[in-house]
């Protein structure tokens, strides 16, 4: 795969690594995971409008197939963001990260089982390599996994499949888009959908509060505008087991950031983890005649 790939997978992570500071802060100000979701999608929504008219992108409404932009936007957005949020009010952001990372093993599955999809020993064992590298970061023993809450377990768990489907749909149902017309179509979805539940369920957020607007701009503008454009780039360019292998990285760019803004320390896990994780991430993406690139093989793959 390209350098500009491999760099919006760094990009991505170091985004999505601060979005799960960026709950927590608003989950303290009493916001509920509906509200969180629904507000995201809106912040989101506004940038990728404001960016499309400064760059003259061609909306072509009649062109989008609105009933798979809706089902992606609920099943790839709206109902993950609310879980990971809910989650968060169980579990540490750490954990929550850790167990995020499991995304790109429910997609290799998903793929597998459900389109066709087949993959190599090669491809199994960079995913495995990369899981490995986790473990590492984080040093997840048993202990800390029977410790943790099982009903925000199973949320986070739930959250990653929710990603697992969205990703192959996203492809698949609009694999026609441009990446600018995709991540405008399911934040309109995802703001929708997730809005009509947080109105009638949840407390309105107050915006005028420094730090709940600074959550929604990190969360929205960057965690899902600017995240889902390159997310989008990533799944049309390389493959949506490429796209979701970000959040491999995700655990250690959300370390990055304790260490730069609360001064936590990095320890030697951290640096190993990352060299398996990234390891991994390349292994996973090679071609059968060694460079990186085509995930699926010829049956189930996609055009661009």
Request: proline share 5%; hydrophobic share 55%; aromatic share 10%.
């Amino acid at each position: 795969m390209s350098r500009s790939l491999y760099a919006a997978l760094i990009l991505l992570s170091l985004i999505w690594g601060g979005s799960f500071l960026f709950i927590k802060v608003l989950l303290q100000h009493d916001l509920g995971p509906w509200m969180i979701a629904s507000v995201r999608s809106l912040f989101g929504l506004v940038f990728i409008l404001l960016v499309m008219l400064v760059l003259r992108k061609p909306f072509s409404l009649k062109q989008v197939p609105w009933g798979g932009a809706v089902l992606v936007s609920l099943v790839n957005m709206a109902l993950p963001w609310a879980l990971i949020a809910f989650s968060e009010t169980r579990l540490t952001s750490s954990m929550a990260s850790v167990l995020n990372a499991t995304t790109p093993i429910w997609t290799m599955l998903v793929g597998l089982l459900f389109f066709r999809a087949s993959f190599t020993r090669m491809q199994w064992t960079g995913m495995l390599v990369a899981f490995a590298g986790i473990i590492v970061l984080l040093g997840i023993n048993p202990v800390t996994i029977i410790s943790v809450d099982p009903v925000g377990f199973a949320c986070m768990l739930a959250a990653t499949l929710c990603y697992g489907i969205g990703t192959q749909l996203s492809r698949r149902l609009l694999g026609g888009l441009s990446m600018y017309q995709m991540t405008f179509a399911t934040l309109a979805g995802a703001a929708a959908g997730s809005g009509l539940v947080a109105v009638f369920t949840e407390q309105v957020p107050d915006l005028t509060e420094p730090a709940v607007l600074g959550s929604f701009i990190g969360l929205g503008v960057l965690g899902s505008g600017v995240a889902y454009i390159l997310f989008n780039y990533m799944v049309m360019k390389g493959s949506p087991e490429f796209a979701t292998s970000v959040t491999y990285l995700v655990p250690a760019s959300a370390m990055v950031w304790g260490y730069t803004l609360l001064g936590e320390h990095i320890g030697w896990n951290l640096l190993a983890g990352l060299v398996l994780i990234l390891g991994g991430v390349f292994v996973a993406n090679r071609k059968p005649g060694g460079n990186p690139g085509k995930k699926m093989s010829k049956k189930a793959d996609i055009p661009s």
